[in-house]
T-cell receptor, first 113, second 107 residues
Framework: GAVVSQHPSRVICKSGTSVKIECRSL??????MFWYRQFPKQSLMLMAT?????????EQGVEKDKFLINHASLTLSTLTVTSAHPEDSSFYIC?????????FGPGTRLTVL | GIQVEQSPPDLILQEGANSTLRCNFS?????LQWFHQNPWGQLINLFY???GTKQNGRLSATTVATERYSLLYISSSQTTDSGVYFC?????????FGGGTRLMVKP
């Protein structure tokens, strides 16, 4: 159990375009979703926390208008990187939570040219 | 917020060697987890260990909550153990990650 998928696994885009990343919990319902960002050779940094049906809470330094999070259902959350720039290139990992346990998606590697 | 520090940051082992990875944290926590991040980026949970000792094959972990540290032991290391090891603490219903230990096991 506790299977988490992310799509796409890898994306390359031009500067100025928007990219949507989907995260699905395939066999459980997640009331809370965490989104992390990981730069090369660094740790996971929490970007935002969202609960189903409510607005996301963003960590300090993360622009809410740039990183749009939608958690419309208990099995699907999306992260949209708007007007992406090269400095947004990173590895994005979703983490749905069920009761007391956080699970992790396989990640999406974003490269902005 | 809580601070989580891991040591060493980098470690190179010869296959078959043993190693100990350390995780220090600055405040009381509800839970502590150890993860292995494989070369493709997937995080694999190794242990939930808020206190005490657990073992799983060649891996074991010990958390001394009163002294705010946890240790991950890897015995008879194999090349497939290579990757990054993270500890993460649950302070307020979300995980905060340490900086990681990057392990390379050479054949």
């Amino acid at each position: 159990g506790a299977v988490v998928s992310q799509h796409p696994s890898r994306v390359i885009c031009k500067s100025g375009t928007s990219v949507k990343i989907e995260c699905r919990s395939l066999d459980f319902q997640a009331t809370t979703m965490f989104w992390y960002r990981q730069f090369p050779k660094q740790s996971l940094m929490l970007m935002a926390t969202s609960n189903e049906g409510s607005k996301a809470t963003y960590e300090q330094g993360v622009e809410k208008d740039k990183f749009l999070i939608n958690h419309a259902s208990l099995t699907l959350s999306t992260l949209t990187v708007t007007s992406a720039h090269p400095e947004d290139s990173s590895f994005y990992i979703c983490s749905p939570k069920r009761t007391d346990t956080q699970y992790f998606g396989p990640g999406t590697r974003l490269t902005v040219l | 917020g809580i601070q989580v520090e891991q040591s060493p940051p980098d470690l190179i082992l010869q296959e078959g060697a043993n190693s100990t990875l350390r995780c220090n944290f600055s405040d009381s926590v509800n839970n502590l987890q150890w993860f292995h991040q494989n070369p493709w980026g997937q995080l694999i949970n190794l242990f939930y260990i808020p206190s005490g000792t657990k073992q799983n094959g060649r891996l074991s972990a010990t958390t001394v909550a009163t002294e705010r540290y946890s240790l991950l032991y890897i015995s008879s290391s194999q090349t497939t153990d290579s990757g990054v090891y993270f500890c993460a603490v649950d302070e307020s219903n979300m995980l905060t990650f340490g900086g990681g230990t990057r392990l390379m096991v050479k054949p």
